[in-house]
């Protein structure tokens, strides 16, 4: 897969760079995507959601009514989960909802997220560039620049720029990551895959494709 480099002002620099077949060629498989997706959200997750049951809540534990007879539902002591201030029965606890998924499932999924970019032509080859001091006004002139202002933009650069990523925070469409830290769901989130153009060639040796 051969893409043009552009500049910054959206002019093409009359260099290409060529994408391996075997990252940005591939038919995507939908449920490995899927499976990294879960475990990517699920790891976002604090899960330090906490209910208070009965061994948890100070009352008396005296029986405030017979069992039978009394026409009613039965209960025994004032914290049951029947009476107003009661305990929740089987309320949430603080819990890891990450689980393991294997490095190779990982790997193919996020080829495959790759692949898919690169079929809906959403893929952009971008000269490297850094600004002077952090300023959000030069990366809103670059995306303006290269129409992509409005739309969800992925920037994978190869080492992260203090200048660059604090140009980008404050923008809500825009987030940028070097190549070891991308991720599925990051590739997925966004319309667009800006990749600088010394990233291209390091695609390769990161997915280890010739082993």
């Not at 989960?81 to 890891?96: K, Y």
Request: net charge positive.
């Amino acid at each position: 897969m051969e893409l043009k480099v552009i500049k910054t002002d959206g002019t093409e620099t009359g260099r290409t760079v060529t994408l391996s077949d075997k990252i940005f060629g591939v038919e995507p498989n939908n449920h490995v995507v899927w499976l990294d997706v879960k475990h990517y959200l699920a790891s976002q997750r604090q899960g330090t959601h906490a209910s208070l049951e009965k061994s948890m809540i100070s009352g008396s534990t005296r029986k405030l009514r017979r069992q039978k007879g009394g026409g009613g539902a039965r209960f025994g002591s004032i914290k049951s989960p029947l009476l107003r201030g009661g305990a929740r029965v089987f309320g949430p606890q603080p819990r890891d909802y990450g689980f393991k998924l294997n490095k190779k499932v990982k790997r193919l999924a996020r080829i495959s997220a790759l692949s898919a970019k690169a079929k809906e032509d959403s893929i952009i080859v971008m000269e490297q560039f850094d600004f002077e001091t952090p300023k959000t006004k030069n990366f809103v002139t670059v995306l303006k620049n290269t129409n992509l202002f409005d739309k969800k933009t992925l920037f994978v650069v190869n080492e992260l720029s203090k200048n660059v990523y604090l140009s980008s925070r404050n923008l809500e469409r825009t987030s940028v990551t070097t190549i070891s830290n991308l991720n599925t769901y990051q590739i997925l989130n966004a319309r667009n895959l800006v990749i600088f153009e010394p990233v291209a060639p390091q695609f390769d040796e990161f997915f280890k494709i010739n082993e």
